[in-house]
């Protein structure tokens, strides 16, 4: 247990803010990918002081939004269209 908990700690800490981002962002969007394995590793490196505590909230936030945004867009330009393909094609099973 202690060698998984020492791989998450230097991965995120290796990749940084933008590393938090685009995790947080995966999870948010259509990537089944928890966040809890981001964001208690980075919580505790920002309580080392190796990370910026308020930056590594920001990094999350964004990414959550940037990843529900993308969901956003995608089924306001697909969405319906896919929808009504899918609705059509078991009216003809």
Known sequence: MHEIISFLVSTIGSLGYFGIFAL???ESSFFPF???VVMIPAGYLAFKGD???TLVI???VTGSL???WLNYLL???FGRKFILKII???KKI
Request: charged residues 15%; proline residues 5%.
């Open 58 to 60: 920001l990094s999350g």
């Open 66 to 68: 940037a990843g529900t």
């Open 34 to 36: 928890p966040s809890e």
């Open 88 to 90: 059509s094609n078991e």
């Open 75 to 77: 089924a306001l330009k």
């Open 51 to 53: 990370m910026n505590l």
């Open 24 to 26: 947080i962002f995966l």
